[in-house]
């Protein structure tokens, strides 16, 4: 089946650690974007990727990093410099690098700095 | 920034009732879309709605989509203990189509 793939759905940190998230997906899709959630909000971006080797900055990309060395993944690092860690993360994709049609989004990684 | 803005933040409604999700942005926008999120999970896309449509359907989901008033609501007829969720707007925007901004949610409770 195809879909997006997020790891691992639960993860604890220390402060002061850096962690990394993966996304993978099968679905052949060129864009690939991070939101972040936080209780009762809604979305906020974080990166998005359009092509391999090429990222964007989103609206709260500070204390993050990506990568895109795949078209199929685009991993997520939280680095210890972002100073509210804690929430929701959700990967995304869409078959354009220009939204003319729905994302396709993981489950979700819940990240909780001790 | 987020654009939308989405009204009323939680509704309770009982098992047959209606429920209606009001969305407002600020900007042009190419597409309205709405998602539903299932508690500590990820968002499922409903329906999309173009800027030059003014009403959608899909089963037993109604979008209406006013552009003169950059609003949008979503109407759920029938509604069943397992519509239980939060429910998002999401925009594409004119000058801005490599993302789509999201709204603040509702969240709905249907009571068997």
């Known amino acids: 089946d195809g879909g997006i793939t997020q790891s691992p759905k639960y993860l604890f940190r220390k402060e002061g650690q850096n962690v990394t998230l993966s996304c993978e997906q099968n679905?052949?899709?060129?864009?690939m974007y991070w939101y972040r959630q936080d209780p009762g909000q809604g979305l906020r971006l974080i990166y998005y990727?359009?092509?391999?080797?090429?990222?964007q900055k989103g609206d709260i990309a500070e204390g993050y990093s990506v990568s895109r060395e795949k078209k199929e993944s685009f991993p997520l690092t939280v680095t210890s410099a972002q100073k509210n860690p804690t929430a929701f993360y959700l990967c995304?994709?869409?078959?354009?690098?220009?939204?003319?049609?729905?994302?396709?989004f993981g489950e979700g990684s819940r990240l909780t700095v001790l | 920034s987020q654009q939308g803005e989405e009204d009323p933040q939680a509704l309770s409604i009982q098992e047959g009732e209606n429920a209606t999700m009001n969305c407002s942005y600020k900007?042009?926008?190419?597409?309205l879309q709405w998602y539903r999120q299932n508690s500590g999970r990820g968002l499922v896309h409903l329906i999309l709605?173009?800027?030059?449509?003014r009403e959608k359907h899909s089963g037993r989901l109604r979008v209406t989509l006013d552009t003169s008033k950059k609003s949008s609501s979503l109407l759920i007829t029938a509604s069943r203990a397992a519509d239980t969720a939060s429910y998002f707007c999401?925009?594409?925007?004119?000058?801005?189509?490599?993302?789509?901004?999201f709204g603040t949610g509702t969240r709905l409770q249907v009571f068997p």
């Open positions: 990727s359009q092509i391999v080797n090429d990222f």
């Open positions: 679905l052949n899709h060129d864009a």
């Open positions: 995304a994709s869409s078959i354009d690098r220009i939204i003319t049609g729905e994302l396709f």
């Open positions: 999401a925009t594409g925007q004119v000058y801005n189509t490599d993302k789509l901004i």
């Open positions: 900007t042009s926008i190419n597409n």
């Open positions: 709605i173009r800027s030059n449509e």
